[in-house]
Every structure is written in C-alpha cells, then in structure tokens.
C-alpha cells in the first residue's frame, strides 16, 4: 500500500479479534482478521452464487408464472445488468462512506431483494426483485475485494485474493448443483422459490458476523460520486448487454441493432469524460491512472477472455447436457463436479505455486484450460451418441485445473499495486469487468450455440463453442507472458 488509510474512530477501527497490521509506510491500519476474511468471502459467495443458481430453476418457474421466453430471458438478465453496471459506483461509495458499512448495507438488501424474489406473485415481480437482488450485490461484492485490499498487506492480502478467486469459480458449480438439487427437493412445497429463499439467513448471517468482525477502512479523502461518469458508464454498458441478452428472444427488432451502434459512441464519451474530469483535478468514477498500472491494465486484458470463455462454457454444457442427454437438473448438475474438484484443488495449490513461480502459473493454467478444452471437444465429435457425464469428466477436470490456475490468481495480479485508498474503485472495476465478461461469454457464445444446434447438430455447435474458447485460451496464454514474473 502506498497510501494510508484514513481509519475510523478507535472504538470502532478494528475487530475485536483483530490487531492493527502495519502498512509498508509505516502506518497502523485495519485488520483483517480470519473470522473477518470468512465474513467478508460469506458475502461475496452469495450474489456470485446467485448468478447461477437461478439457471436450472428458469423452465419450473416459466412453468409456475407462465412467463414465457422473454420475461424469462429477464430473470435472467435483470439480475446480471444491474450488477454490472453498478459495480464500479458501489465501489465508490465504499471509499467515501466506509467499506464495512457499504457491506453491512448490501448484504442486507440482499437479504430483502432475495425474500422478494421467493415470494414474488407474478413474472414481473420477480424480475423487478431480481433487477434489485442485482443492484444489492453491487453494493455488496466491490466491499469484499477493498476491504481485502485495504485491511491485509503481503502475504496475507496473497492468500486471500487467492482464496476469493477459488470462492468465484466454485460459486459457479456449486450454482448448478444446488439449484437442482433445491428444485427437485420441493422443500415445503416451495419448488423453484427455494434458491431464492435459501440466501435469506445466510445473508443475514453476514451482516451479524461483519458488525462484530470486520474492520472499516474508507478512502483518505471523501470523494462525490461521478454522476456524469455513472450515467455514462449505465448507458454504455446497458447498450451492450441488453441487445446481446435480449435481442435473440425479441427476434433482433431494430432497437437492438440501435442500441449495439450505440455501445462504441458511449463508450468514447465515457472514456472523454473520465479523463477531462481527471485533469480537471476531480475524482472520476474509473480514473484513468488507474488502468495506467500495468498490472491492472493486463490483468483486465486476461480477464475478458476468461470469463467471457468461462460463462459461455458453463451456460452451453448445463444446455447440451438437458437438452441433448436429457438428463435431469441434479444430474446435469453433477457432471461439472469433476472441474468443481479441478478448480479447487488448483486453487489450493495456487498460493504456493505463485510464491514460487509467479505468473508462469497463469501461463500454465492458459494451456492445461486449453487441453481440457481440446480433450472434450474431441470426446464430442468422437462419438456423441454415448457422450456421458463419464467420458466427459476428463475434459471438464482438465479445464477446471487450468481455470483454476488462471482465475485464482488474476485478482491477485490486478489488484497487487493499487494503491489502498482506491481499493474500493479498482474492486468495483474488476468485479465489473468479471460479470460483464461472463454475461459476454454467455450472450455471444450461448446465442452462437443455440442458433448453430438446429442445422449443425448440437455436437458440432457445441465443439465449435468450444474451439473458439480454445483460442481465448491461446490469447490468455499470450498475454501472461506480458505480466511481470513476480506477482506481489
């Protein structure tokens, strides 16, 4: 950390269980103690959870609330949009009015907007409540990563970045398999409304353990919120996400392809905006200083292909393995167990890998990723007629090896050098760009894969998915050779 941190009043700095560690300035600042790090990992793996979950429920509850396509399409992605875009403002606002609070806050409307969508009475309830589930998890996530950032140094912030990106990938499986297992369940007669109900005590659950555990850390000077950036920023990325989520359950009408030309000119006008506000000496939503570090700038570089790759890979198998096996929700649910077990083992691995060979576990994880990949597209095509969760367990553990070796130390590459008083805006930068690189994945890879199935036949769509992550994993691999060797 280059900066102090301007830290609360004494009877309110620390976790009782917690003391002050010293900053590399010599600077006595919050600490983040193990049950803090459980906490603050609790609040993060919740809404990252619930990115997922909701995908085996959507048949019941287009069954349930007769939604049909297009409002299903929105439970999907009201959730997603409004997380994404954000993001980087609920970073902001952690600076300025104190992490642990902005924690407290979000994990509580999460709590609320999680009840709402368990209880909604109609479609469009529920994808007003899911629209305000995602706007919770935007306060909430950009808190996690700063409070890390800000309260730990060294080593400790190493492991627990490591340890936040073991928790994202895990999320994700875990989504798949529990969301069929809660649907199937019918736990009270509750159905598809239990993946909901079920974040209500644990959320709450994290706001009890924050209060008593997690210290507050806030930005050294207050900062007002970039209202200009914000509405741009919105704008820009609601230009991108929208057309590419909705546009082929609306039919692609005009506005989508307005809204796409769109995106380019938006995105130019932020980037001016933000910019001339810097120079201007005022505090930007994304300062552009801030993408000047390379490490973050290279690391965002990375993270597009990976998530973009990672969300459209995990939408197309759990449709393949439906549709195409018909096998049921559990069961779909249990094939990706072989790359959860992947993941995690690389991720417990990672730490010490990375003190010893530094980002070359990046590059690694880029080819083992691209192997797995390779592996299971050949499996496909090789006989997909007595394709099995069996046969495609070697390919799918391969790639979880691999993502496991790239994501869980990504956050640690780009959030290495930045400084702690941004802690809260470079978390929100890179959360933002890892829902929006997953949203991507699953709106250009997913859309290519539905519209290809009918006339190539659901193996060959699904291969051809699958080399063309193949090569995100080759630009991966190229790009980890531009990050410095050592990761701090």
Known sequence: MTQPLAVAPASHRTAPTAAPHIS????????????????????????????????????????????????????????????????????????????????????????????????????????????AQGASSALLIPQVLGTITAATDGARRGRALSIYGAVGGISVVIGQVLGGMLVAADLFGTGWRS??????????????????????????????????????????LLALLVPLMEGRAAGWPLWSWLLLALFPVLAVAFALVERRAEQRGDTPLVPPTLLRIPEMRRGLGIALPYFAGFGG???????????????????????????????????????????????????????????????????????????????????????GIGQGLIGTPLFRVVLSKVPAARAGVGSGVLATSQQSSLALGVATLGTLYLSLAPTLGMDRALALCLGIQLVGSFTILYLTTRLPRTIG
């Open 195 to 236: 993946v909901f109900l079920v974040n209500v005590p644990f959320a709450l659950l994290a706001v009890v353990l924050a209060v008593r555990y997690v210290p507050e850390s806030k930005a050294t000077q207050a900062a007002r919120v970039d209202v200009l950036g914000t509405i741009l920023l919105t704008a820009t």
């Open 24 to 131: 590399p300035s010599g600077t006595a600042g919050p600490s983040l103690g193990t049950a803090g790090l459980v906490t603050v990992l609790l609040g993060a793996f919740l809404p990252m959870l619930d990115f997922f979950i909701v995908n085996v429920a959507l048949p019941t509850i287009d069954k349930d609330l007769a939604a049909g396509p297009a409002v299903l399409e929105l439970v999907a992605a009201g959730y997603g949009i409004a997380f994404a875009v954000l993001l980087v403002l609920g970073g902001r606002l952690g600076d300025i009015f104190g992490r642990r609070r902005l924690f407290v806050a979000g994990a509580a409307a999460f709590a609320l907007t999680s009840l709402a969508c368990g209880l909604a009475p109609d479609a469009w309830s529920l994808v007003a409540a899911r629209a």
């Open 313 to 399: 890979f995990m939408f197309n198998i759990a449709v393949a393995i439906q549709q195409g096996l018909h096998l049921g929700v559990v069961a779909a649910g249990w094939a990706l167990v072989p790359m959860a077990v992947g993941y995690f083992s690389a991720s417990l691995a990672g730490p010490r890998l990375i003190g010893r060979w530094g980002s070359r576990v990046l590059s690694a994880g880029a080819v083992i990723q691209a192997l797995g990949l390779a592996t299971l597209a050949l499996t496909i095509l090789a006989d997909w007629s007595h394709f099995s969760p069996l046969r495609m367990a070697p390919g799918v553990a391969l790639a």
